[in-house]
C-alpha cells in the first residue's frame, strides 16, 4: 500500500503592490495592498495559496499554523482546516488569523489537486461553467475623467453587464457627490446594472434616503449602506429599498454567516475565500445560504474565486475588484485569464487552481 502524502513544509512571504492611482472607498483610504503567500509542500509538490491582508498574517502562519500542518495529510484540506481553527482558539479566529488560514487552507486544495492531477473545482464538482462577474472600483478618489476610463475599459475589455462604484464618501459627508457619480456611470453604462456600495459610510436615516434616489437610477446593488456589524440596520433598509442589500465580506467562519442569515440581514450573502476560512469554509457557508433559498457573490480575489465557484449552485457572480485582478492577473501571480463577455473561464481545464507566483515574485519580503 502507498503511504499517504504528508505535507513536509510550509512557507510564507509577504509582497506589497502600490496602487496605480490613490484610492478611497467611503470609510477609508489606501495606497498599496498586501498579499499573504503561502507554499506547502508535499514531497516535491507545492500548493499556492494567498490572502489580502496586513503582513502580520505571516507571523501567524509561520508560528501557529505551520507546526499545525506539517505532517498532516495533504490529501485533508478540510481536516486541515478544522486543525488550524482548534490551534487558534487561544489568540482568536477573527480578522488577520482568519485570514492566515484561509491563505493556509486555499495552498492545502491547491496541493491536494496537483497530487492527484486534478483541477480544484474537479475535486469539488463536474462543471465548467463560465462564472458571472462584475466590474469593481469606481473609487471616491477618482475624478469624472478616471471614473469614465476604468468603466468604459470594463465594458470593451471584458464585457461586463454590471458594474459597481464605491459612495458613502468621506463617512457620508458627500452625498451630493455620491449620487452625481452615480448618475454619471448610468449614463455611460445604459441598461446594464448599477451597483454601489458604501463600505458602512452611512448612518440608517441618510441610507434611506440615499436609497430612494438610488432607486430613482435603477440601482440594483446597494453593499453595506451601513455597518455590516449592524445587522438589525440592514433588516430594516432592506424594507426601504428597492435595490438588493449585500454584505459579508468580512466573514470569517460559517458561524458568522449563519447569524447574518439568521438576522434576515442581506438579500445576497457575500463570501471572500481570502477572509472566511478558505475554500473549506467557503463551500461550507454556501451550502448554508442555499439552504435558505439564499444567493452568494464572491468577493474580490476574482481569479482565486474562478478556480472553485463553479461548483457553488448558488453563486450569483464573482467581484472582479480592480486592485486583485491587476495583482493576480499583471504583477505577483501568473496563469490568470482575462475575462471576456461579462465572465471568467472555470478553471477545470487545469491542475490545482492553475495560478503560480510571477518570476521575481520570489524578490517579496519574507513573512
Not at 500500500?1 to 502600490?18: D, G, H, I, Y
Amino acid at each position: 500500500m502507498t503511504a499517504e502524502p504528508t505535507v513536509t513544509s510550509v512557507k510564507v512571504q509577504t509582497r506589497t503592490v502600490p496602487t496605480d492611482l490613490p484610492e478611497a472607498d467611503g470609510t477609508l483610504a489606501w495606497d498599496s495592498t498586501t498579499v499573504v503567500i503561502v507554499e506547502v509542500q508535499a514531497g516535491d509538490m507545492v500548493g499556492l495559496g494567498w490572502t489580502y491582508t496586513a503582513a502580520a498574517a505571516a507571523h501567524v502562519i509561520d508560528q501557529v499554523l505551520s507546526p499545525v500542518v506539517v505532517g498532516h495529510s495533504a490529501l485533508d484540506p478540510p481536516g486541515l482546516n478544522e486543525a488550524m481553527g482548534r490551534a487558534v482558539r487561544n489568540i482568536g479566529r477573527t480578522g488577520l488569523v482568519a485570514a492566515a488560514i484561509s491563505a493556509v487552507d486555499i495552498a492545502t486544495w491547491d496541493l491536494k489537486a496537483r497530487l492527484l492531477g486534478q483541477s480544484v473545482v474537479g475535486l469539488i464538482a463536474s462543471t465548467d461553467d463560465p462564472i458571472a462577474i462584475y466590474g469593481s472600483g469606481g473609487f471616491t478618489t477618482y475624478d469624472d475623467d478616471q471614473t469614465t476610463r476604468q468603466v468604459e475599459g470594463w465594458l470593451a475589455d471584458a464585457g461586463v453587464r454590471q458594474v459597481k462604484i464605491k459612495i458613502g464618501e468621506s463617512w457620508g459627508a458627500r452625498v451630493e457627490r455620491d449620487l452625481a457619480r452615480a448618475e454619471l456611470v448610468r449614463d455611460l453604462i445604459g441598461d446594464r446594472e448599477l451597483f454601489v456600495d458604501a463600505n458602512g459610510g452611512y448612518s440608517i436615516g441618510q441610507a434611506k434616503r440615499v436609497g430612494r434616489a438610488l432607486d430613482d437610477l435603477g440601482v440594483t446593488w446597494f453593499e453595506e449602506p451601513v455597518s455590516s456589524d449592524d445587522l438589525d440596520g440592514l433588516r430594516l433598509l432592506r424594507r426601504h429599498v428597492v435595490a438588493d442589500v449585500a454584505a459579508g465580506e468580512y466573514g470569517d467562519s460559517p458561524a458568522y454567516f449563519r447569524r447574518m442569515l439568521a438576522a434576515q440581514a442581506v438579500d445576497c450573502l457575500q463570501i471572500d475565500v481570502t477572509r472566511c476560512g478558505g475554500i473549506t469554509a467557503f463551500i461550507r457557508s454556501a451550502a448554508i445560504a442555499a439552504a435558505q433559498n439564499m444567493a452568494v457573490s464572491a468577493h474580490c480575489a476574482p481569479h482565486l474565486h474562478a478556480s472553485f465557484v463553479a461548483a457553488v449552485p448558488n453563486l450569483r457572480h464573482v467581484e472582479y475588484f480592480h486592485d486583485h485582478a491587476r495583482i493576480e492577473e499583471e504583477i505577483v501571480f501568473a496563469g490568470a485569464e482575462k475575462p471576456r463577455n461579462g465572465h471568467l473561464k472555470s478553471r477545470r481545464d487545469c491542475v490545482g487552481h492553475g495560478m503560480s507566483l510571477r518570476a521575481g515574485s520570489s524578490a517579496a519580503d519574507r513573512g
